[in-house]
Structures are given as C-alpha cells and as structure tokens.
C-alpha cells in the first residue's frame, strides 16, 4: 500500500499548559489525522522549560470543507502554513514543515576515501534515506568513477590556502543553482569557513572520534596513544567552531591492545558510515531540533 | 523541587482521527497539564490498526473550578476517571491510570540466588525503582539474613510437587493481605501454575537466555553446547505457557569460545539484573502495555 | 614497511604437558620467529580436553642454515610442512597452515540483494579482507552490473527445483575452474544440498536471525510477531543441516515496538553485513577452527 | 573438581627472536604445564617492539624430580622465582608472579556512594573476584552499617584541606598493618596525593565518565550540557597526573534527549559498577601490564 502524503511539523515553544491539545486539536479541527505525534519538554538549568514537539499529519483530506473552513477558505499548503503560523505566534513557538513528497536534496562533499560516500549512496539507492542526491563535490578527482558508476554529476573544485575564498563561493553557487537542502560531509578533508557556513543550507558532518575527547587531526592515533578501550565517531552539525557543533548521533566499537592505530582506522569505518547515516536520515525525517549547543532527535 | 503529583494514564484503541487530540484535549479542557505524552500506532499484519497512548498529567489544578465544571461538579480522582472512561466509551478504548503518589506494593519471590534480590532492593532504596517492597517470599530460608538486613519481612513457603497447590495457595494469601501490585520472580526456580498466575496480580519473569532461543533449563549450557556468541536475558510477564510471555526487555552481552558454561553464568548474571530492573521500571512507571504476545514500551 | 611473509598454522590435538613449548620449539629451533601466538585449551563436559593453538611465523628465515638443518637439509614450504606434520603425528594433533603471500580466492553467490555484496568487495578493496574475488555467482542477473562495475567476471545459473542439481554442478565446476578456497553466501537465496557442500571448499553463510532462535524464512517477520527487543545476524559455516552450521559470529541491534518488520530489515540490514564481514575476514585470517557445532576463533 | 593450584606470571621484554619458545621452554623443562599462554607484540611508533606474555603454570609437578633439576635442587616457589630471574635477566625482561592460593588482599576505599560498594562485595563473596576484602576505609561514617552487615571492619577517618597529610598517613598505616595489596577507590570523592600514590600499593580508581572526555567534576552534566548521546565509565590506575592514569577498561551505555543530568547519574552508575568490576577482575587475576601511558589486557 502505498503512503499517503504527510506534512511532518517539528514545533519548538516556551513550555505552558495546553501546548499538546492545541498543536494537536490545531489539525484535528481542520479534519486532518495525526499519524505520529511525540514531544518532550526539556527543563534546563538555566532559563525556563522548553517544549518541543513532532507531528506527522496525513494530507489526504486537506481538499475536504472542513479544511477549507479552518484554514480561511483555502486549502493550499500555503494556507495551511499560514494559519499554523497564527498559531504559533500566540504560543511564541518556532516551527518548520517537511513535506513527504518533496525530498530533501542532497549534496555530498567527499575526498578521497570512499567508505561513507558508497554507503550513502546506496542507502539512498535502497529507499532508507528519503532524498535525491543530484551533486557530487570534491577538492580531489579520486571518486570520479565512483560517482560516475551511480550516474551523480561530480564537480572536481581543488583547493589551496590561497584559492579556498574563490573554491567556497563555487560550491555556494553549486548548491544554489542546485536547490541544495543539505550538506553531508562524507569524510570532506577540509574546514569550511565561517563565511561559507552561514550562507550553506544545514551542514552534516562525521568526525572519526568520540567528541569531545579527540578534538582535532588523528582522533585513532591520539586514541591509541591514550589507550582507550573504546573508539567512536559523531554526526554533528558543521558550526564555525570546529568539530564543537550539536551532535547529532554518536556510536562507539570496542578495541584492544591488539589493534594499532591502523587497525582502529577499519573498526571505526564501521562506526562512522552507520553513524552518519543514522544522523542523516534523522535530519531528512525531519527529526533533529537544535536547542543550544544539543539537539533534540524526536 | 519536588514534582508535581501526576497521574499516568495508558490508553489503547482501535486507531480512528483525532484520537490524540482528543485525549489531551480532555485534560486541557479541565485544566490539567500534559506533562508528558507519547503514541504509536500498530500495523497488525491481520486487524486494523490499534493506537496505544501515555498520558503524564499534572494534578496540581484539579481542585480549580474549570476542572470542577469539566468533571461534573466533583474534582475528586474518581471523578477524573468517571469521567476519562465516558470518553473512551465513545472511542472503544481501554486504559489504566497510576498516581505517583501511590507508588505500586512489590512483592519479590526468591529462592537461594541473591544478585537480582540485591539489585531490585538496592535500586529501590537508591530511588530508582518507584515502588514499595513490603515482602519477600522464598521456597528457601537461605535468603532471610539479606531481608533482614533490609528490613524486609521475609516468608519462607518450601514447596515439594505435592505441596505446590497449598504452597501456591499461601503465596496468594499473602498477596492479597498485603495489597501487592506487582510480583516479582527474582531468580524464583519454581514454575508457577496456571490457577496462581490467573488469580495474582502481573508476575514478571527473568529468564537467563535470549527467548525464544534456549526456552527451558540451563540456557548457558544449551548455549555454550551451541557455539553461540552473545549469551542474553529476557524478562517477560509469566503467562501459563512456560518462557511464552510478552517479553519487556531484552539484552546481551559478547562471549568466547574461552568462557565454559560457568564464566557464561557469571556474564550472563549482570546481563539478567540490568534487564530485570530495567522491566519493572517500565512497568513501574506505567510505559508498558501488552498487546496480544507482544508488549508496547512507551 | 612491508610485512614479512608469514606462515599462519591452525593446530588441534588432545591436551597434553608441554604442548606450547614443543609446537613453539619447534620454530625456534628452525630459527623462525614467531610474531603471535594464541591457544585455548576446552574442557567439554564429555571427553578429554582438547588443546588449540594458532602460530604466525616470519618465514623470512627459512633459507637459512639453521632452518636447512632443522628441515632435513630443504628449505622449500613443503619441507617445512613435511618436518611439521612429523612433530603433530606424535601429539595426534590435527593442523593446517595459510600462507600471506597466497590469498585465498573467494567466490561470492548472491541473488537481488545487493548489501552485503558491495559491502565485501569494497573492504577487499580497501586492503581489509586478505584476498582475492575472481567470480560472482548468482541465480538473477539482477547485480550483474554491480559485478561489472567492479570487474569481476559474473555468472548467471538461473535455478529451479528441476534443475538444481545441474545447476549445482555447474556452480563446482566453476569452483574447480577458479581454484576457489572459499564460498561466501551473500544473501544467496538459495538451499544447497549435501552433494554440493561435501565437494565444495567451506562455504560461509549470513542468516538474518540471531540463531538458534527464528530458524528459517522470513526471521525478521518471526521476530516482530514474537515482540523481541533485540534482532541480530548469525553467520556461520553451512552443513547440511540448514542453520545449524558452527557459528563463526553474531551480533544485534536494539529495535522497538516502532519498528514493523520493514523497518527490522533495514536495521538487520548493517548487523548482517559487519557480522558477514567479521566472520569471513576471521576465515581469511586463518583464525577459525570447527569443533564438532562450535567454533573457536583464536 | 578443584583447581590445581597455579602460577600466573606476566612478563614484559623488547622483542626479539623465541621469546615464546624459550619462556615456555623454561616450565616445560621443568615439567610444568602451561594451562593458559597469551601474549601480544607491540609496535610503538617510536622505540623498538615491545613484547608481553602471560603464562599460568600448573604448579602441581613443583615437587618433582624433573623440577627439582630444573631448579637447581629446590622445588620452592623461591627456587622458580629466583630460576625464573635468571631467564629474564638474559631475555632483558621484567616480571612479575602470582598464585593462586594467595588470594590478593584488597582495600576498598568509600565515601557516601553505595552502589560500587555493594557490587563488589557481592561479587567477591559470589566467588567473581579472587581477593579477600580485609577492610574498608571511608571519610563519612555513612556506609558503616553496610561493611558491618558483611563483617567487614570499618574505618572512618574524616578528612579536610588542614588534616588531609595525617589522614592519608593513617590510611597508609592500615593498607600497612593489613598488608593490603591492591587499593580500589569504589567512589572514594576525595583526590589523593602524590606522596600517598607513591607509598600505596596499586590504586584502582572509577570515573564517572567516558575519559579523556570530561575530566574532572560532574561529568554527567558535562556530558548533558554538550549534548552527548552516550555516556560512560572509566577505570583507570591513579597516578599524580588527576584523571589520566592508564585506562584498564571502559563501557559507555546510549541516552537521549529525555535524560537529564540526574537520569544520567542512574544510567552512568550501572555502566560504573560493571566497569570497576570488569577492571579490578583483570587486575586481579593478573592480566593487566602497564606500559607508559596504556595498558596490555592479556
């Protein structure tokens, strides 16, 4: 059978009563079924508690009279959005909407090693994560044929200290005239500046180390030569302070004295490509709220 | 700061629209705030679908007029729940409700082993288990220093396969006379039949193998028999089909060919009281519901 | 640096005094270092003990005079074998030895599902499976594609009940022609018989079950009716008695009530392919032994 | 069947050739069999290849001829040791022996936290843990009534910034007086100095975090403020250097948005116990060698 259309909500407001009962009685009076609703409220050391929430809403009966007399005579998606933001003006709530038939468009950034860029592609390829890849990008040429196999343009854009300013601006412009949603950074080598971060849709990227231990170059090596028991990886959003963005999934495998640092490079393959993964299809199901320097994965 | 009395409502339903804003919306209209809520939605393979619900409400405002007038005039708890039920008359639905000022009576059947039995106590007295522990009940004295080192009133029952409907009998005698909620089998090694599980409130079971694989005695030797390589426990309600029931949580832990069936008893002994507590802190706390042979964890 | 070439020998033999000094000894009398060395000594609940040993040794000495007189005057690998199949005939031992300048050579069998199969060919392309892939077999062409794009020659044997054993028969041709040490069944849908396993080299399957629970089709479907908490993969050799070959390696993930079986698939999707990969890279690195159901994996 | 007794030496050594021949040789000549052998190369990226064996000798041939041969005339623990020595003066090594008929003597350290208290102490009388606890030491009187419930004598000896040098002498005095031969910090929440470390036997110590990450005080809510979706637990040996002793074992468990920092101590507490567990086993049944800043496990 197949799926009906569904607008996922994902609602963020000062905590106050009755928040459920009006985000939801909000589309059951517009005779619209909530599929999937979940919330949480988070109460913060500081400052006052915070609610948050997620809803799937099927679509099918968004044409119906009782639609079109709640949402003021229309029954746009448009006009859906726009008595949803009268809504949350009154509860002082941020709130952003994906629609199930409209997939996120992905770019992905790679280098040279291919791990996370064949397992993305190919969970794409296999209907688990929700989206269209249209570009590859690269600062190397090696995963050309990689990307040409799987039938994805693949823009080659090298780069050095003193070209990074112009070779940013070029991904800009692909992304844009791409209609790029998201970036994942799927084992990117390089550190994108600050400028280029505030004006690129959401950026994903995976750091081979359990953050916060492991900052910075080698996490395996500086793993190795403190001789943890465990080694890990994280999602996180890319932020101007490297590899400090919310994290987004994180994951761990166990390691001995046996495995040197090469050896805990293949062991932790496994753990980043699963873990960027997790926190890319968290992100196109439009899961992961931002709340400070965390997020919230509904 | 101490919480707020809440009351924690279950709810379970032939899926139809508007049912989660129609539940918060019956506390919103008496005032009351939803602390915290959670659903799914069942897809059965056979039946139509079945929505499950976990309602936290705050108590506080249910002596205010506008629960008063939404309650019929009476703000009484029973008054709440006359009146929940006339709302899930109408959606065919079942539920239960659990205050959290009126934690659930716990009575743990032991025989000689003590890990679960400290755990369970400790945990409880630690406050992480919201519940009393007024009894414990053993078909062997071995136990009673560790009951009397806790304070716990401890009954000795043996039990031979002649005895068992008189010994069985007894259990249930002293169930009633001390209002238990919910039975505990820490590490209990005896059977317990059909006429004592249909006349006693909920039993929870820990079985030391990962059901349904190694059903029945000495699951570390049939699994190590077996060459297996995660060993694992599995705590269940007891139903009248032996190691059959609706399993609440699961876990494993990794062996080797070096651990024989004795190592594979220890391991497997953290394993069975993390998982054992884990299940009777779900239920505790009212997240559980039993569908058919399966459960829903909210 | 380069590695050395090694000599990686695999013994069995009843427990005895003294057996890790003389199957030590006997390198080190040849002036053959050795660079690991692991045993394992079970103690069945029948039987005498039985006594496992694994030896990597650096053969880089083996044309030396001390080797030459400790050889019998040879210095070739078949004198080396010869000199110590004398030493295991005294401590009824059984043994085998694996070169790392000869890579076994793998043929994949797999039917539509491509996961597993990218999944080993791009880690023997990333240097972690120490081998060679010459042939894809399967009963669709559906991967042949994916075989091409990776070069390997791909053969189609379409097959059906009437036709099985011809089929079989060509597949051991094709076994023999490629000089094939070792069959991997990447998701291959496919029962073999006893004829074609007794003439096959060792063949090595993924079940997507955590065995011995759920034996058979559609495990996952099994498991979900069954409401268990955790679903795993088993791979393991396969024997005649379908999912009862010794064990190699599992592992599980923690699914929900949430997750309808679709959802368990995809999930079970990654534990195969690590465990499938394990398990195969384990045989490559000759670290495998079968005893009786069970492995031990030194 | 009750084990022989045995003999379990750990030894250390720059590589070179025969090592494992010749230290098995040497209780193969003396007609000692080796029941368990493991050992392990490593290769620094600076300075030579290090190696490490540990070997559990069957001690009952001690008194034989054979042995006595061997040993020069004696057959006394003293004549291996001293025979042994020799070896390893050739062999450049460093050693160390333990038997398994001295069980270690061990004190536990405590402040006002049960739960790691109780833990090991109930393993210990389980028969997990080889060691006798001869006595606890706490600067709280809180935990009085547990170490009397187990007979085990207590010693409070309070502590502030002006009194800490006196204290620490009387706890070196009573680690003296009872001849205590591992010191395992079981939540002890004071930090010791490093004259203390210096004088003391070995310290094990618990922390509540996945190290390096979060280091120093309240790492759970270190580790909620960041947003981490795993937290953990690390035992370590202590040094001078606070929270950077060698690692001996780790374990992390998963949380969500939905714990809060207190949620997160409940978690945490179980990862801690089974850590410390796990660590003070290893140490305990001799497995653990310290080189520089990491651990080798055997």
Redesign the interface.
Known sequence: MSSPVRAIFLVAAPDQ??????L??F???A?L???????????P?EGGARFFMRLVVDLTALASARAQQKLGGSTTRKALEASFQGLCTELSATWSVRYSDVPPRVALLVTRE??CF?DLV?RQR?G?LPCEIPIVISNHPTLEPVAE?FRIPFFCLPVTAATKPQQEAQILELLRRHHIDLVVLARYMQVLSDTFLQEAPPVINIHHG?????QGAKPYHQAH??????I?ATAHYATKDLDQG???????ARV???Q?PEEMV?VG??VER?VLARAVRAHLEHRVLVEG?????L
């Open positions: 009563p009755g928040l459920v009962a009006r939801a009685g589309f059951s009076e005779g079924n909530i599929l999937d609703a979940s919330n949480h409220t988070d109460l050391e291919s791990a064949y190919l296999q688990e196999g359990f953050l916060p231990a492991f030569a403190r001789g943890v028991k465990l890990g919310p994290i987004i999934e994180q994951d761990v001995t004295h046996q040197g293949r393959r496994d699963i320097r965390r997020t919230i994965v």
